[in-house]
């Protein structure tokens, strides 16, 4: 019995994945388009300041020990029982800058430990705690 040779034909191959990554190219190319256009790379807005912040119970004292200054018009103090020291006066508070103590311009008469400094994104309505004491 004499067979037939198997016949290779791999011709149809190359024009499937030619047209697979055609394909792939366009749908990244309009989803890089589509966030330009929308404006959705555009939503991170305003990073919070990178700080390190010393509160000092026993001198009833928030104190700036170093990293980015910090403006007080974008800062408030949240105390334990739900009041503000808002809004702070002074700064730019820069490294050793006293923020808020007690008798100062921003008086806490009692640091208890509960505080948070909350940071306010100038760019839009959201805050975030930078520090809690």
Same mark, same amino acid.
């Given at each position: $019995?004499?067979?037939?040779?198997?016949?290779? #034909?791999?011709?149809?191959?190359?024009?499937?994945?030619?047209?697979i990554l055609m394909v792939?190219?366009?749908?990244?190319?309009?989803?890089?388009?589509?966030?330009?256009?929308?404006?959705?790379?555009?939503?991170?807005?305003? $990073?919070?300041?990178?700080?390190?912040?010393?509160?000092?119970?026993? #001198?009833?004292?928030?104190?700036?020990?170093?990293?980015?200054?910090?403006?007080?018009?974008?800062?408030?103090?949240?105390?334990?029982?739900?009041?503000?020291?808002?809004?702070?006066?002074?700064?730019?508070?820069?490294?050793? #800058?006293?923020?808020?103590?007690?008798?100062?311009?921003?008086?806490?008469? #009692?640091?208890?430990?509960?505080?948070?400094?909350?940071?306010?994104?100038?760019?839009?309505?959201?805050?975030?705690?930078?520090?809690?004491?």
């Amino acid at each position: $019995m004499v067979g037939k040779p198997f016949i290779r #034909d791999e011709t149809g191959v190359s024009p499937v994945i030619g047209v697979i990554l055609m394909v792939a190219i366009t749908v990244i190319l309009a989803a890089v388009a589509g966030s330009f256009i929308l404006g959705l790379g555009d939503t991170t807005g305003a $990073m919070p300041p990178q700080v390190s912040i010393n509160c000092n119970i026993a #001198d009833d004292g928030i104190t700036h020990e170093g990293g980015d200054d910090l403006t007080a018009s974008e800062l408030r103090i949240n105390n334990p029982d739900g009041s503000n020291i808002d809004p702070l006066s002074g700064g730019p508070f820069t490294a050793g #800058d006293t923020i808020a103590e007690d008798g100062g311009t921003n008086d806490i008469p #009692d640091v208890s430990g509960d505080e948070k400094l909350i940071w306010t994104n100038p760019d839009g309505d959201s805050t975030q705690i930078i520090a809690e004491c």
